[in-house]
């Protein structure tokens, strides 16, 4: 029978403390990934907002600029129909024609061209300068069509200031609908740049400005080389596609020219031909969320590492004092010289086993077993031979009973016990028996050898009651008890003990089985003497 054991609470149990050690730390962990990553999308989120402000920004800037010469080129044109203007002085002309137009801010030429594309007014002189401009991509659109409107070329290099230039334009038309020339206004490109110029948008951040056709009017911070090539065109791009498909948005992609991963925001001008886009490099939206997440992620690392490594060693520690603790309630109740059930660990079998009977009213029975003239061995023999006799009879013990719930304890001294559960009078008789068989095949060498040397190698001797023995043999008397329904575990004991008494008075190595509670006797042999022996 085995000794109750008390339930380990949940928060004895070292796995427990030590999975808790670790979960919490990985908790942690995810709790920080969270969190780190909402700080990327409110890093994303103030970078698409800072992208929208700006090309709010640019747009209103580029397309106030565009009227202010637009509604000058269309002074200019309404001018020259006036009849008196062909009458005034070349200064008045001058006056009434250009006044607006010379106060626009990054304005550069401002002319009037006739039907064949030579100058005949220029704003910045009374007598034009000489060029001709009817190859101009923008000259043959207004000669082509009446109703074009304002009509913004792709850069081209002026002809006349050799810097690179948008060219804004607008049709003049005789009295009678034909062609008679064209208005136009120069816008240099660097009023692009020094628009652009204070806008940091970080490592590969760009600024485009495109003809609705695909060409690229303008890119920061690095311009295109127009003065030995053509402007490039992105028509057939996806991110131009985008562009087109929606007034204005955002979203992530791969620059065609570069291969550069950028995130976009882009905007169509209502009246004007001009796509514009802020592109700033994904990496630099990253960067600074990065560098935090490397810092506290390392942080965080390394307490979860160490709180991780203290659970451990904390689990290692109660798990360590969960086992001492173990040993010690395991010797608390295990004797130490023969490894079997002490006597504290006998008396809460006992009192166990008294209460399950009277619960299930089933028999078990108690045998206290004693050594026979033990003291006599250790006077004669010396307590090493005695140590060795008791474990040999704890063996013997042990030998004789086969079932888990069996418990065989030593009680003191030379005295042992065995509690048999569920068992009755002529079972635990039985294993009276079994004991008796056992301990007779016994032979101690020391003891026999302490013989030879007091009686001269005799083979065997007479105990003071006259009973002969083998030398170096030991054997046993028992005291067989039943206990019945309602019998208290003292009183079990003492019948027990009464019975182990009387088993040394008739002779010893033998067993005497105290009178059985009628529960569990046989009515055929109830009134017969009240003790018994069994075997001699």
């Known amino acids: 029978m085995t000794a109750p054991r008390r339930p380990a609470g949940p928060l004895r149990l070292p796995r427990l403390w030590t999975a808790l050690g670790i979960l919490a730390p990985v908790g942690m962990l995810i709790v920080s990934g969270l969190i780190l990553l909402d700080l990327r999308r409110d890093a994303w989120e103030k970078a ?144 692009f740049s020094r628009l652009f110029e204070r806008i940091d948008l970080g490592h590969r951040g760009t600024i485009n400005l495109f003809h609705r056709d695909g060409t ?99 689990g290692r520690e109660l798990r360590r004092r969960a086992a001492i603790e173990t040993e010690l309630a395991a010797l608390s109740r295990t004797d130490v010289l023969t490894g079997l059930a002490n006597r504290r660990r006998f008396d809460e079998a006992l009192g166990a086993a008294c209460e399950r009977a009277h619960r299930t009213g089933r028999p078990f029975c108690l045998l206290i077993v004693d050594a026979d003239h033990f003291k006599r061995y250790n006077d004669r023999y010396g307590h090493a031979v005695g140590d060795t006799v008791l474990k040999g009879l704890a063996q013997s013990l042990s030998a004789s009973v086969r079932r888990p719930d069996d418990l065989v304890a030593r009680i003191g001294g030379e005295e042992f016990a065995v509690l048999l559960p569920e068992t009755d009078a002529a079972g635990a008789a039985r294993i009276a028996e079994k004991i008796h068989a056992e301990v007779a095949g016994l032979v101690f060498a020391g003891a026999r050898e302490g013989i030879g040397e007091r009686t001269g190698a005799g083979t065997s001797e007479v105990t003071g009651e006259g009973t002969w023995m083998p030398a170096g043999a030991v054997r046993v008397s028992i005291g067989l008890a039943c206990a019945a329904p309602g019998t208290a575990a003292d009183d079990l004991y003492r019948l027990a003990d009464e019975a182990l008494y009387d088993a040394k008075k008739a002779g010893r190595n033998r067993t005497c089985c105290a009178p059985m509670p009628e529960a569990f006797e046989p009515p055929a042999a109830r009134g017969r003497a009240a003790l018994r022996l069994v075997g001699s």
Not at 101 to 110: L, S, T
Not at 131 to 137: E, F, K, L, Q
């Open 216 to 314: 690229r009017i303008v890119r920061y911070p690095t311009p295109d080389p127009i003065a030995s090539a053509p402007p490039p065109n992105f028509a057939g791009t996806p991110n131009f596609a985008r562009f087109l498909r929606q007034a204005r948005g955002t979203f992530v992609g791969t620059t065609h020219s570069d291969g550069v991963e950028r995130h976009y925001t882009f905007v169509q001008f209502e009246d004007l031909p001009l796509v514009l886009n802020v592109a700033v490099a994904t990496e630099v939206i990253d960067a600074e969320w990065r560098r935090k997440a490397l810092v506290l992620g390392g942080i965080l690392l390394a307490l979860c590492g160490l709180t991780a490594g203290l659970a451990l060693l904390f």
């Open 48 to 191: 698409e907002q800072t992208s929208r402000n700006l090309i709010q920004v640019i747009e209103r800037d580029v397309a106030r600029n565009v009227e202010i010469i637009d509604l000058s080129l269309q002074a200019i044109v309404d001018n020259l129909k006036a009849p008196a203007l062909a009458q005034a002085s070349r200064e008045l002309r001058q006056l009434v024609l250009f006044d607006r137009v010379v106060n626009a801010k990054d304005v550069g030429v401002v002319l009037v061209l006739d039907e064949h594309g030579d100058s005949i007014m220029d704003a910045a002189s009374l007598t034009a300068r000489h060029t001709n401009n009817a190859d101009r991509t923008y000259f043959k659109a207004h000669a082509a069509r009446s109703d074009l409107g304002l009509y913004i070329s792709h850069p081209i290099v002026s002809r006349l200031t050799g810097a690179p230039i948008v060219v804004l334009s607008r049709r003049i038309s005789k009295p009678d609908g034909s062609f008679g020339g064209v208005a136009l206004a120069s816008l240099s490109l660097s009023y």
